[in-house]
């Protein structure tokens, strides 16, 4: 069973441009999370989709948003890079109903804002 | 203040010890508790998973969570050097959407042989 794939693995980008990532999810899960993780941060949530409808949003500027397709596939984009973009993404996706509760991270896209 | 604090360390202990990890956290409605692994360059492992108050355990991990003083636990017994990874905590809420949890920003542990 294929695990979340998420495009690119790395990424490299100058300021003020903007940048959309990409997370297949597990195939049969309706749910996709976005997070960004930076060293002094940690994990913070971006935001949640489910059925291509946003559920929950976290406390990030207008810049980023998101969007997800039919299929569950779920893009995230980024416009007017700053410099504290510069973050691991990670997308993680879920089968509504778990009761093992736990979502499956993908290895997530390195975004370089120089 | 973050409603999840954890110390980043970074841990580092001889092979065979016992690794103590620990969260606090601020928000009393929190009601499921999870330990991650993050190996490096790699994405976050669900480890162990907990529903309220209590212990579990799932070989050499044993997950503990106490609700009245706000406090979790990861304990790795016979550690060895295939666990040196981060270890996050994470927690949901019974009211928010599924996907919504909250993180501590990991322990770094090195396991050395």
Same mark, same amino acid.
């Given at each position: 069973?294929? =695990? *979340?794939?998420?495009?690119? @693995?790395?990424?490299?980008?100058?300021?003020? &441009?903007?940048?959309?990532?990409?997370?297949?999810?597990?195939?049969?899960?309706?749910?996709?999370?976005?997070? %960004? %993780?930076?060293?002094?941060?940690?994990? %913070? $949530?971006?935001?949640?989709?489910? !059925?291509?409808?946003?559920? /929950?949003?976290?406390? $990030? #500027? +207008?810049?980023?948003?998101?969007?997800?397709?039919? /299929?569950?596939?779920?893009?995230? /984009?980024?416009?007017?890079?700053?410099? +504290?973009?510069?973050?691991?993404?990670?997308?993680?996706?879920?089968?509504?109903?778990?009761?093992?509760?736990?979502?499956?991270?993908?290895?997530?896209?390195?975004?370089? *804002?120089? | &203040?973050?409603?999840?604090? &954890?110390?980043?360390?970074?841990?580092? *202990?001889?092979?065979?010890?016992?690794?103590?990890?620990?969260?606090?956290?601020? /928000?009393?409605?929190? &009601?499921?508790?999870?330990?991650?692994?993050?190996? !490096?360059?790699?994405? #976050?492992?669900?480890?162990?998973?907990?529903? !309220?108050?209590?212990?579990?355990?799932? =070989?050499?991990?044993?997950?503990?969570?106490?609700?009245?003083?706000?406090?979790?636990?990861? $304990?790795?017994?016979?550690?060895?050097?295939?666990?040196?990874?981060?270890?996050?905590?994470?927690?949901?809420?019974? +009211?928010?959407?599924? +996907?919504?949890?909250?993180?501590? @920003?990991?322990?770094?542990?090195?396991?050395?042989?």
């Amino acid at each position: 069973k294929a =695990g *979340v794939t998420q495009t690119p @693995r790395y990424l490299i980008k100058t300021r003020g &441009q903007q940048v959309t990532l990409s997370c297949s999810p597990i195939s049969g899960h309706r749910s996709v999370s976005w997070y %960004q %993780q930076t060293p002094g941060q940690g994990l %913070q $949530f971006l935001f949640e989709y489910f !059925s291509e409808t946003q559920r /929950n949003k976290g406390n $990030f #500027p +207008g810049r980023f948003s998101g969007r997800q397709f039919s /299929n569950s596939r779920s893009e995230m /984009n980024v416009s007017t890079l700053e410099l +504290g973009d510069s973050a691991l993404y990670l997308c993680a996706s879920s089968s509504t109903g778990t009761i093992n509760y736990g979502y499956t991270f993908g290895s997530g896209t390195r975004l370089t *804002v120089v | &203040q973050k409603e999840v604090e &954890q110390d980043p360390g970074p841990l580092s *202990v001889p092979e065979g010890a016992i690794v103590s990890l620990n969260c606090t956290y601020s /928000n009393s409605a929190f &009601q499921y508790f999870m330990w991650y692994r993050q190996y !490096s360059r790699k994405g #976050p492992e669900l480890l162990m998973y907990t529903y !309220s108050s209590g212990n579990k355990e799932d =070989g050499r991990f044993t997950a503990q969570v106490d609700k009245s003083s706000k406090y979790i636990s990861l $304990f790795i017994r016979d550690s060895q050097p295939s666990d040196s990874a981060t270890y996050l905590c994470a927690m949901k809420d019974r +009211g928010s959407t599924l +996907g919504r949890l909250y993180f501590g @920003r990991g322990t770094q542990l090195t396991v050395w042989p």
